[in-house]
């Protein structure tokens, strides 16, 4: 009404339904299960192959090609962010350095929105594909670099 003093409510925030509360929850646990076997990781003092102590074979493109993969090192530089060696996982990959800072937010946040019920901020999900962007970017930027050396 014209005149009438403001209101001091806020408005409410929407409820999240319970497919987008699994969804989250579904992160929480395949993001949370990333970083716990990072931890338990040995990273490889070469910067990559890390990856094969899960029963993995060599990286494809190294044993074809005998060139790096924008992917690699990703494990072994989150294994080092992981033992708290931030600048040593920069320096191996600095896309897998990206990528486990937004899984260590990214963690609590998702698990708060799936036990609350309460939906992010509307700019939130863009504010999560820019960073998704930036650390896709950063990661082919490196892998550019690193052929051209």
Same mark, same amino acid.
């Given at each position: 009404?014209?005149?009438?003093?403001?209101?001091?409510?806020?408005?409410?925030?929407?409820?999240?339904?319970?497919?987008?509360?699994?969804?989250?929850?579904?992160?929480?646990?395949?993001?949370?299960?990333?970083?716990?076997?990072?931890?338990?990781?040995?990273?490889?003092?070469?910067?990559?192959?890390?990856?094969?102590?899960?029963?993995? !074979?060599?990286? *494809?493109?190294?044993? +074809?090609? @005998? %060139?790096?993969?924008?992917?690699?090192?990703? &494990?072994?530089?989150?294994?080092?962010?992981?033992?708290?060696?931030?600048?040593?996982?920069?320096?191996?990959?600095?896309?897998?350095?990206?990528?486990?800072?937004?899984?260590?937010?990214?963690?609590?946040?998702?698990?708060?929105?799936?036990?609350?019920?309460?939906?992010? !901020?509307?700019? *939130?999900?863009?504010? +999560?594909? @820019? %960073?998704?962007?930036?650390?896709?970017?950063? &990661?082919?930027?490196?892998?550019?670099?690193?052929?051209?050396?």
């Amino acid at each position: 009404m014209p005149g009438s003093a403001p209101s001091s409510t806020l408005p409410a925030v929407a409820e999240a339904g319970w497919f987008l509360r699994l969804v989250w929850l579904v992160f929480v646990i395949g993001l949370a299960g990333l970083l716990v076997t990072a931890w338990r990781l040995q990273p490889n003092p070469t910067g990559m192959g890390t990856h094969q102590q899960l029963g993995l !074979p060599p990286c *494809s493109i190294v044993v +074809l090609w @005998g %060139v790096r993969c924008p992917a690699c090192g990703m &494990t072994t530089s989150w294994a080092y962010f992981t033992d708290g060696h931030w600048w040593t996982s920069w320096c191996t990959n600095p896309g897998g350095f990206l990528f486990a800072v937004i899984a260590t937010v990214a963690v609590p946040w998702l698990a708060y929105l799936a036990v609350t019920g309460k939906r992010g !901020p509307n700019w *939130s999900l863009p504010l +999560l594909a @820019g %960073v998704l962007i930036v650390g896709l970017a950063v &990661t082919l930027g490196d892998w550019a670099i690193r052929l051209l050396s």
